[in-house]
């Protein structure tokens, strides 16, 4: 029958989608694999969007899993049949894992300056509207900060809200762009992440990723963060033609403390709601430290100690690092860090800019391989204002296995001898096995016949002994010698007995039950 959800029409179904398949044995998921390329062939043009819904709200989780990132049908095909036959064109595009972990837990990784273009994010902010809110919301912040709209130097093609003088809009190779375009990038991916149910253990930020992770935890609000920035961002970019190529963290920052201490000395801040370790420590941030104004003052100056930062995240078992900001340099640090464990991973969130790929696909990519290390998500969340329903699909490919008696051994072995109920042996004694089992009615109503025949006594027959008739003795007859012999004739039978009255017990037959017996 046709499935649910297909199209009339060969449209396919605009965006990316996260294919999902898990079983309980290896041979299990191959073979809901190939249930799966039958099932799509059958139906090329299959809204995707439902099938990926249906996989992904309807079935069951295992610990061998499957995923993919596909467009359409026949995408999900090619790079299905590439688990059988290896296909350059679909490398990589289909992931398997055994997952021995339960919901690992998340650390947020943000990133400092150093890995930022033009266009970060722009498919994600075009597909995923939660994450344009929050980045719309960080460009309606800035405009009076900044005095112009950083989205017409983020994202030059987008349309801009309103009319806005931008004649003055610096390029991604100033300070007070770059510092500001890091931190919204990070912060609304994390609070995409955060709608998703993907919420963070703990939190580290490189040298001034630190203001997203307090920002995230609750520390300092967006508008007071996004004014430090642009602050230190032009304070640094006064004190050399060249600002990025000035040591950040050492001190050569001294010269705009004082200047920054100024801004600091009016920003409200609070304690973390989410643990972080602090970069100039290495250690966890206590609230003292989050809530004291020289520590942001002295942040600038004082050396990033991001090493020790990740020894500490690290003995976190099974974490799932995550780095926020583009490229993947936070994630090899902590690869090659000491104590970096077999059941951790670190991924990758953002593209790096030399990397090819879209955006969109790329982050539901490490969306569905956290799924895959066992992270629980909540995929209802990413549909999320979309008119979705379940679909007819393969269900779980189960592996049957026929089990055959040993008839020689059972043939070998005696049977037990049979067990009378008796008022020395009870019933559980005598039905050891049934008693495990819970009597089933049958069984109940036999055993209770039994023991109500052995309990009431059976009333003694008494046979009445009866004598036979004693016969009187009969003269014989004399015969006369002159009458001729007559003829012999047939014995005369017994006189029958008197007639006794009527016993209550004949012979032979049970008495009827006293009412009293019959009553019980």
Known sequence: PKPRGQSPSPVITAGQHIILLSARTDTAIKTYARELVAFFMKNPFIDMADAAYTLQLGRREFKHRLMLVCSDANEAVGALNSLQQPSQLHIGKVRTFFSQVSDPPLIFMFTGPGNQYVDMALDLYRDEKYFRQQMDLCFAILRPILGYDLKVVLYPDEPVAGVYDNSGARDMEHPEVILSSLFIIQY???KLLSHWGLNPHGMIGYGFG?????CFAGVISVEEALELLVCAGRLMEKMTDDPMLNPVHSELMDPILDDFTKKVKGVYLNKPGIPYISCTTGTWITPKQATDRRYWVNHLRESVRFEE????LVKKKNALFLEMGPGR???????????????QKAISLMRATDEEGQDTRYLLDKVGRMWLYGRIIDWATLHEGAKRQRISMPAYPFERQYLWPDIQTAAAEPEPPAVEVTEEIGVKEAFPVLEKEEY?????????EKQEVKETKEPEVIEEKIEPPVLEEVAEPVQEETSPEEPLTEEEPFPEAEEEPEDDLELGVEPELEPELEAE
Do not use: C, T, W
Not at 210 to 214: F, P, S
Not at 309 to 312: I, P, T
Not at 440 to 448: F, G, H, L, S, T
């Open 188 to 190: 609304s991916l994390a």
């Open 210 to 214: 630190e203001y997203a992770a307090a």
């Open 309 to 312: 930062g990740v020894n500490e």
């Open 329 to 343: 340099d936070l994630s090899l640090m902590v690869q090659r860090g000491d104590g970096f464990g077999p059941h």
């Open 440 to 448: 089933r009615e049958e069984y109940k109503e036999e055993i209770k």
